[in-house]
């Protein structure tokens, strides 16, 4: 059998990783795939946004089933058009992956449902938004409606950093068209959770919940970035909080798109935040979480490439997804400056056996050498019986690996350690 996923980052080494445990799986093709990825499929560079190109490799190539992992393809119609072409995908229409691409619609369609949310204005022009911005209840958050490679997101606890980001968005174009119209919505506290989850159109099936740690800096300091770690389980999503939320979200959500006529089958991604008044989303995903994919994959027993296969043919409620019981961090070494400015090129070198069980996100393979050619480079992820362990395995790995202008942060999992001695 042979698979094609679309996709170069370290989410798509970890789903690789996971779907060559299948022994129906011949090869594996990574379009563009990365330095990494190499080890694991065959990379062809093709973008991941290049849909004709995409649609094209596989026709000619009897790709047997697609997976396409990042948003920008998922929005720009990659599925439906291969679907079109004969080949059967993992992954949302553009109708439904809609729920990411545009936040106005996702946060309209919760409130259309009575999903929990925080409350939020719509702003199309920047002297609107900034007039609300002089007497709205600071702090508050400031969204672009569009994709914004996970940076589209200011958590303003200033009125002046609320107008700033209003500026960036809709003045400067930071993010282009993504920014022409936003949201402003109420500042929520609590603690955050992820969930990713299979869904076939009807049935949704969450998988093991993570922490994710999104600021550059220790002590959740710094710019936010595309994350620089993740532990799983989360100790904050309790089993009484997961009932609340398969009723009250993750459930309403899935009907809420099949009775749109935008039905969601692929990965459903929920940004959840427990708030004194019980769980709410903070936003949705339509794809798998990175770098959440590198600590829950770890853990999913059941063989991924069926569980698939099962979202695709609508047979989720009859196929089996079981999940370990130990627990996994992932840390992300990435290059000194990330988010903003940073140098690539140097090589990476690792002690033996270091690299197992790391995923590579951001290097390149020149001359037989691995080297950096991204802001996040490697996810560093190590499984164990308990938290505590998987946390000291993941740094303890971190210390064998090497490459000039190396970064980290050295307090992930911190906080959910703390949390389960409360």
Known sequence: MKILVVGGGGREHAIIRKLKENREVTKIYALPGNGGIASDATCVGIKATDIDGIVTFAYENKIDYAVV???????????????????????????????????????????????????????????????????????????????????GVTVAMTREAAKD????????????????????????????????????????????????????????????????????????????????CMKEIFLPTVAAMKAEGRPFKGCLYFGLMITKDGPKVIEYNCRFGDPETQVVLPLLESDLLTVMKATTDGTLKDTEVKFSDKCACCVIMASDGYPAHYEKGFEITAEDGALEGVFVAGASLEDGRLVTSGGRVLGVTATAAT??????????????????????????????????ED
């Open 69 to 151: 992992a990042p948003d920008d393809p998922l929005a720009m119609g990659a599925v439906d058009a291969l679907e079109a072409h004969g080949i059967p995908c993992f992954g949302p229409r553009a109708s439904a992956a809609v729920i990411e691409s545009s936040k106005v619609f996702a946060k309209d369609l919760m409130k259309k449902y009575d999903i929990p949310t925080a409350k939020y204005e719509v702003f199309t022009d920047s002297a609107s938004a900034l007039e609300y911005l002089e007497t709205a209840p600071i702090p508050t958050v400031v969204k672009a409606d569009g994709l914004a490679l996970g940076k």
């Open 165 to 244: 980001a209003v500026k960036s968005l809709m003045i400067d174009g930071k993010f282009g068209k993504s920014g022409a119209r936003i949201v402003i919505e109420e500042y929520l506290e609590g603690p955050e959770v992820s969930v990713l989850s299979f869904c076939d159109g009807d049935t949704v099936v969450p998988m093991i919940s993570s922490m994710d740690h999104k600021r550059a800096k220790d002590g959740d300091l710094g710019e936010n970035t595309g994350g620089m770690g993740t532990v799983a389980p989360n100790p904050y999503y309790t089993k009484d909080v997961a009932e609340r």
């Open 387 to 420: 938290l505590k362990d998987a946390v000291a395995l993941a740094y303890e790995k971190v210390g064998k690996i090497r490459f000039e202008n190396a970064y980290y942060r050295r307090d992930i999992g911190k906080r959910a350690l703390e949390a389960q």
